[in-house]
């Protein structure tokens, strides 16, 4: 049998590169019952990548797999994953990876933790991301209005052309005084992944039984700063006094319904109805995932950052 290469943690830390070292098998693994060895020939690049580096999902005894899209140790050219969870692809590329994990957990998000309504005002933040790109265009879709914000003039560009309402540089415009000044209302939902600042900002601008999804906090994920100790009880205050809610969304807890929201996001795709971006940054082999990484971190990506082995 072949040999073949995979990323492992060998130590923890925010910093993916440092953290992390490619080794070679001398063989191939040998499937449990149930599952298959896939050949990788395409990784999908997730922030929360470094949250296995960096311990977010909990320390245990190292060296650890790493890489989450579609299988826990995907950063490999092969990865063994159990049979049911294989997807049929028409054709060899990576136009479907965007919707593996990104894709479905928009739509998931905004259906069970965000209830999402018509005829609402929406905010997505990161919204020209591999997952903020889907939250925006399933929004509009069901009737919305869309706010989007983003950190680059390009960026905006790409949002306009997915239909957002209101697209907001916040490294040219200060958010908090876009919010307030435009939307005295409030905002009824918004996805939010950054955390920090821009979450301030949402919580600040919440309407009267507003929903916050949490989806992340990429803002700490690479750093080390720790919680502002009276924070928790201004967000609680905030929450309270507007009847608002947080709510968490982690895709592990909805994995049933990952087949239905495929299936459908694949629909509107086929339908032209959502567009599945990926950023043409063009990176490949095992060994640009460390640059991959630092490329989405330093904001540079619009779309799914995708690497070709």
């Known amino acids: 049998m072949p040999s073949y290469r995979r990323i492992q943690v060998h130590t923890y830390s925010t910093d993916f590169r440092k953290a992390t070292e490619i080794v070679e098998e001398p063989e ?22 470094v949250n296995i580096t960096n311990g977010g999902y909990g320390r245990t005894t190292l060296p650890v797999k790493c890489g989450l899209e579609a299988a826990l140790g995907a950063f490999a050219e092969y990865t063994e994953v159990p049979a049911a969870k294989i997807i049929k692809s028409p054709e060899l590329s990576p136009a479907v990876i965007p919707l593996t994990v990104c894709g479905v957990s928009a739509s998931l998000a905004l259906e069970k933790a965000g209830e999402m309504k018509s005829n609402e005002t929406v905010f997505v933040s990161a919204a020209a991301g591999a997952t903020g ?7 509009k879709l069901a009737g919305n209005h869309v706010i989007g914000a983003c950190s680059s003039d390009e960026k905006v560009e790409y949002l306009k052309s997915l239909g ?14 876009v919010l307030k000044a435009e939307y005295p209302n409030g905002i009824d939902l918004a996805f939010e992944g950054v955390g920090g600042e821009l979450f301030k900002s949402v919580l600040d601008n919440i309407a ?44 592990f807890h909805h994995a049933k319904h990952v087949p239905e929201h495929l299936q459908r996001l694949l629909t509107l795709i086929k339908e032209g109805k959502l567009k599945a971006g990926i950023d043409p940054t063009e990176f490949c082999g095992l060994e640009s995932v460390p640059d991959a990484i630092e490329h989405l971190y330093a904001q540079k990506n619009i779309g799914k950052l995708v690497i070709r082995l």
């Open 28 to 49: 191939l693994p040998s499937p449990a019952p149930r599952n298959v060895v896939v050949k990788n020939h395409y990784l999908g690049i997730n922030a929360t990548d």
């Open 133 to 139: 790109q889907f939250v925006v265009q399933l929004a």
């Open 164 to 177: 957002v309402d209101r697209p907001i540089n916040y490294k040219k415009e200060d958010l908090n005084a």
């Open 208 to 251: 009267v039984f507003g929903r916050i999804i949490v989806f992340g906090n990429v803002s700490h994920y690479h750093g080390d700063s720790g919680p502002e100790p009276q924070y928790g009880y201004v967000q609680n205050r905030k929450m309270q006094l507007q009847s608002a809610s947080l709510r968490g969304f982690l895709l």
